[in-house]
């Protein structure tokens, strides 16, 4: 069963003109899964966020989370979800300190006891936070801040997480452990995670599937590498070769590299060597081709330098053809 099958999800906030947020959006995702959301301000991830946590009726389309309807059984998906919010300030107590903030939110989550200090132990400590854990919230960072939301959410031990932003405010340590903690809770613990983001490096690193929205609509949908490849971005690929015989060079043909669009070379630096260059609309299929080729041939490999496609180069393409703008 899909955690998440949603059919025509429409929404539109009032107001003079009436913003449309969203517009027959589907998704199916299953178990395991880790969803990027991502899109330009307004795009609406966020609305889109919280019709599927249950926090936000739809106006039209419909459908199930964990096994629940949208439209009739959205407190119990609210129950059943966690959702971490871009400001999620909001519970955090200033009157008790880090730990007591989370000691206090336990029982409603369900944990009691030796249970609920071992997780509230784990999650200080898997977030960074075991240096504030006695520290009065008002006393650390915005950043720290964000992961104490952070760590009240994942106290509910739910198996479908939704993160707006989780990386937004913080620095590069507060970031790292972040997505350590994601990484974590997807692998180790089966969590399917559905979450938005600016930074196409880190949708990269962490989702494996990405859902472009814009002004509302689903520009793409597909899986990470699926979305990196399709685009057929060519990348060059740059080699600098000893060669096994130093009188001839013959370059390798292009079809005979997988994806290789065309190889040009020039001689290198010192006598024997040539630098070759392969541009490939996909690096990743291409380089053990080439290697290979080199190998085979009984040059040396001196030198080699290739720049993969990232996603960053998937929103310039998308953008270029109207398509999407991060
Ligand atoms: N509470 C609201 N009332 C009216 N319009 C809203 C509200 N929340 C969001 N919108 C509008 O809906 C659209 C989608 O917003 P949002 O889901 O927050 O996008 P994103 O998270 O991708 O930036 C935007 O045009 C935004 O201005
Ligand atoms: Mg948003």
Redesign the pocket.
């Known amino acids: 069963m899909a955690v998440i099958d949603v059919l025509g999800i429409g929404k539109r ?3 003079r003109h009436g ?1 449309l ?2 517009e027959g959006v589907d998704l199916t995702l299953g178990e395991g899964a880790v969803l990027g ?1 991502l ?10 966020i ?1 019709i599927l946590s249950g926090l936000l009726v739809p106006d039209s389309g419909g459908g199930t989370v964990l096994g629940y309807d949208l439209l009739r059984q959205a407190s119990r998906i609210r129950a059943e979800v966690s959702l971490v919010a871009p400001t999620a300030d909001v519970g955090i107590d200033n009157n008790l300190t880090v730990r007591q903030n989370l000691v206090f939110w336990a029982p409603v989550y369900g944990l009691h006891g030796a249970e609920a200090r071992q997780r509230i132990d784990m999650l200080l400590a898997r977030l960074d936070l075991e240096k504030k854990a006695g520290d009065w919230p008002m006393h650390i960072s915005a950043g720290q801040r964000q992961r104490l939301a952070l760590a009240r959410s994942l106290l509910a031990e739910n198996t479908l997480v939704f993160l ?1 932003e989780p990386t937004n405010k913080l620095d590069a340590d507060g970031v790292r452990s972040v997505r350590d903690m994601i990484r974590d809770l997807n692998m180790n613990h089966g969590v399917t995670v559905v979450l ?1 983001t600016h930074v196409m490096e880190e949708a990269e690193e962490l989702c494996s599937e990405i859902m472009f ?1 814009e002004r ?1 609509q689903i520009r793409r949908h597909a899986q990470t590498d699926e979305v990196l490849r399709s685009l057929g971005i060519v990348r060059p690929i740059r080699l600098v070769l000893g060669l096994a015989d130093r009188a001839v060079f013959t370059p390798p043909e292009p079809t005979a590299l997988a994806a290789a669009e065309d190889v040009s070379w020039d001689v290198g630096a010192a006598p024997n060597e040539v630098s070759v260059t392969v541009r490939s609309s996909d690096v990743l299929a291409t380089t053990p081709a080439l290697l290979a080729w080199v190998f085979g041939q009984g040059h040396r490999l001196l030198g080699m330098a290739s720049a993969p496609v990232t996603l960053d180069d998937a929103f310039a393409t998308l953008s270029a053809a109207g398509e999407a703008k991060p």
Not at 39 to 48: C, F, Q, R, S, V
């Open positions: 906030y009032p107001g913003t947020a969203l959301l899109g330009p301000n307004g795009a609406g991830k966020t609305t889109l919280k707006d938005t929205l509302g």
